[in-house]
């Protein structure tokens, strides 16, 4: 997606999904989201846009990355997780990351819920190169994109179920039991589900 969807409308009356997860229904076909988490980073008429939670990238190691990027560290580097957050533009990064509740958005930030946004420039992994930056913060490369009603059609075909993103689903490193947490979370029992769920 070229452009930022507009937050300036009322959330309550639009099926605005920002700040929410979704989490892939065992019917889901496409194996790039099979048991997946996704946090839905910007929702609008225009389409959607989010980031896979529960994918690490383990063989990509974060110091390595910014030695890629020409940034220098001075020994207290963060250690940063980095994560798949979807197949678009796979080599670009979203820092995901912790932010305080009340405050401006500097250019470049894309706040996401009251303490949560997204960071796409370069200063913030700068910051985490010095061991400063957010508390708590991930790298992710890549992203999940729907076009107009694209995500609307997905859940109606029960492809995608929503819920609220606790803490624990973005910066947790328990990859494998996100799935079956985010469902228990809506009071869904993991095992109780099955790929033919809600088909005629």
Known sequence: MSSSPDHTQDDSDTGNLTGKILIAMPGMT????QRSVVLVCAHSEEGAMGLVLN????EIDFGDLLEQLGIET?????????RFGG???PGRGFVLHSVPEHGDDPEGRLRITGALAMTTTRDILEDLAHGE???S????LGYAGWGPGQLED????NGWLTGDGAEELIFGADHDGKWPLALRAQGIDPSLLSPS???A
């Open 74 to 82: 001075d020994g207290t580097a963060r250690q940063i997780e980095v």
């Open 30 to 33: 496409d194996p790039r989201f």
């Open 154 to 157: 997905e859940m109606l075909q």
């Open 133 to 135: 930056g957010p508390e």
């Open 55 to 58: 994918r690490p990238l383990p």
């Open 87 to 89: 197949p678009v533009e």
């Open 197 to 199: 769920a809600g088909r």
């Open 137 to 140: 913060a991930i790298l992710a």
